[in-house]
């Protein structure tokens, strides 16, 4: 065995996992199978982000992990491992990212995003100072809400006449935030079994598994599902669309602006500041470049959906031209002012933050 190459090689290798993961740790239920297969990715301290981002911050990845289990509902996945064997877990968590014929698709966030929608708490309730809902932040606003965190972050250590580009975002060598496979995988997570609700609810019909939705979706047999995913994942965000691609660009850009910026923030708090990569003036003077960061990268993300509505067999992928950088501006996070002064007034957010999600699940 081998890790996945194609789109038929993931739907293969997902197969196989399930086989596996119903005849071995009795998971009959696909949502099941959903969550456990999450975790080879997401979540857990078997999963390849934990591998990553522990070796950045423990505390940090362990911040992670408790971020997972909120934003899908409370969901802790099962060890595949005893089930899968090592041979096709670790051929599962080497294809998280599927690169076939100038198409790509992140399976990882594919698969959090079919897991997460299976709560109506996370379909439908806006998590306080994060920006958006469970949903959302697994998908989407996770990827470009950490991009802009990431962007105002390296203005704030550059000079103001060679501000980096938004583009850096989108196009970049390390397969982070709004590159195409991630981007992919936010929309599949939206749509793969979705029925006719975009980011509604799980509907497998007819004993069919993960696999069989997912192969559904992509452009296997069929490009049914595949031709529409731009116009009918760009509804699901309030989106107006026609042929042309969607209709009320601006109204859009500006609701998600602040959603961007709200979990830019969150990101910036909780992933750099417990590491001890962002403290002092670091993180006023990051926080100074988030609002206009997060307009350029709505803008972004809103044309590039539009772009790929007028010419579906494209790739969901930014290109140029792309907005020039917007000027520094004023710091308006509390959070952030905190960070600069007192790490200890950031754990204490943490902290009110981790009682606030547990008791939506009581």
């Not at 293969?12 to 949502?31: C, F, M, S, V, Y």
């Not at 992670?64 to 509902?73: C, E, H, I």
Request: glycine fraction near 10%; charge should be positive; proline fraction near 5%.
């Amino acid at each position: 065995m081998a890790a996945a190459t194609t789109f038929f090689g993931i739907v293969d290798l997902i197969r196989k996992a399930e086989d596996a993961l119903i005849r071995k740790a009795g998971q009959t239920n696909p949502l099941d199978r959903a969550c456990t297969l999450r975790g080879i990715y997401y979540g857990t301290d078997w999963s390849l982000d934990y591998k990553i981002e522990s070796k950045r911050s423990e505390a940090g990845a362990r911040v992670r992990n408790f971020g997972f289990l909120a934003y899908t509902g409370g969901n802790l996945p099962a060890d595949p491992r005893p089930a899968l064997g090592a041979g096709l877990f670790n051929d599962l968590q080497e294809s998280q990212s599927i690169h076939d014929r100038g198409r790509n698709i992140d399976i990882g966030h594919v698969l959090i995003g079919l897991e997460t929608r299976a709560s109506q708490k996370m379909r439908e309730v806006h998590l306080a100072g994060q920006g958006g809902t469970g949903i959302e932040v697994v998908t989407w606003l996770g990827d470009l809400g950490g991009g802009v965190a990431s962007l105002a972050r390296r203005r704030a250590s550059a000079p103001p006449t060679r501000l980096p580009s938004v583009e850096i975002i989108f196009n970049n060598s390390t397969s982070d935030y709004g590159v195409m496979d991630n981007l992919e995988g936010d929309v599949g997570g939206y749509l793969i079994a979705c029925g006719t609700s975009p980011g509604g609810a799980p509907i497998f019909l007819g004993g069919k598994g993960i696999a069989d939705a997912l192969s559904d979706y992509l452009p296997l047999t069929s490009t049914s599902q595949w031709s529409t995913r731009a116009s009918r994942f760009a509804t699901a965000l309030g989106a107006k669309v026609s042929t042309a691609g969607i209709i009320n660009i601006t109204t859009i850009v500006d609701q998600l602006t602040p959603k961007l910026y709200d979990f830019a923030v969150w990101y910036a708090a909780t992933r750099w500041v417990p590491s001890g990569e962002l403290l002092g003036n670091a993180a006023v003077n990051a926080c100074k470049h988030m609002k206009g960061a997060a307009r350029e990268v709505a803008t972004v993300f809103v044309n590039t959906l539009s772009k790929s509505i007028a010419s579906p067999s494209l790739p969901i992928q930014a290109s140029r031209p792309f907005p020039a950088p917007t000027a520094v501006g004023s710091c308006d996070s509390n959070l952030l002012k905190a960070a600069s002064v007192d790490v200890s007034n950031v754990r204490k957010q943490l902290d009110d933050w981790r009682k606030e999600l547990g008791s939506l699940f009581q």
